[in-house]
């Protein structure tokens, strides 16, 4: 796991149940319990503080650093599509996107890692689609400094819409990563007598690896997807495990957090 992914996935996961707020060595300490060095957690902090992700704040003499407004607003909706059940109604219409990059690659892949996130996909030079509207559209792509336009509607007759999905997104090689996820993970049984340590440490790797699908599957409604798409018995096996770890996965976290605190 990269530093800055521990870091954020923290944040995200736990530290925003609890003021979204934590000294130094507690970060430092709970990214240490997933192998991450006490430098490149500082490496990774320092950079999240340089783009506006982190701010440094003491509470009670003790120093730490806290998610800036702009990372609580990203991080919760992040952490309501990790912990979602099943994707949003969908209203049978698609969000098409415009985007113009000014022929500036860099740019363009920067919108591409954007949209990507956001659950658009291509659909041709400059265009994206997705099955909703993202409410992040506007504040992600503003400060990339691109033209773009959007457009909320249906689709004609001809582009039929589970066609037009298997079309724009790679359901076949998404499905094998489902698979392969799936495979990899143990029984939610297997899972409760772990200790407090050992518990954050394996709820915090799954975590991660289950937010990793926020980058590759824009979450599609059921009605554009094969019928036994195995995305969804994923989520059902993430979210039973990833419950059956946070009783002591939280207690490690809220130890660390004391201590540190003190």
Request: aromatic share 8%; charged share 25%; net charge positive.
């Amino acid at each position: 796991m990269h530093a800055r992914s521990a870091v954020v996935d923290l944040f995200g996961d736990h530290l925003r149940r609890r003021g979204w707020w934590a000294p130094v060595s507690a970060l430092l300490a709970l990214t240490a319990t997933v192998d991450v060095a006490g430098p490149a957690t500082r490496t990774a902090i320092s950079r999240l503080v340089a783009q506006g992700w982190l701010e440094a704040r003491s509470e009670s003499g003790v120093r730490g650093y806290a998610a800036s407004a702009r990372a609580r607003q990203r991080w919760e909706r992040a952490h309501d599509r990790v912990y979602a059940t099943a994707p949003p109604a969908w209203d049978g219409q698609w969000h098409m996107v415009h985007v113009d990059s000014g022929g500036d690659r860099r740019r363009r892949e920067q919108v591409t890692r954007t949209l990507t996130y956001l659950g658009y996909g291509r659909l041709g030079s400059g265009g994206w689609v997705s099955p909703r509207p993202s409410p992040e559209l506007e504040p992600s792509l503003a400060p990339l400094g691109v033209g773009w336009v959007a457009v909320h509607g249906a689709l004609t007759p001809a582009q039929h819409a589970a066609g037009l999905a298997d079309r724009v997104w790679d359901l076949g090689g998404l499905a094998q990563e489902h698979r392969r996820f799936a495979a990899g993970l143990a029984p939610p049984s297997g899972v409760t007598g772990l200790g407090p340590e050992r518990a954050y440490r394996e709820r915090t790797i799954l975590v991660h690896e289950w937010r990793r699908f926020l980058f590759r599957d824009p979450d599609l409604p059921p009605e554009v997807l094969p019928h036994d798409w195995p995305g969804h018995q994923a989520r059902r096996h993430f979210l039973a495990l990833a419950a059956a770890l946070a009783p002591a996965a939280d207690r490690h976290v809220d130890d660390v957090l004391d201590a540190a605190s003190r």
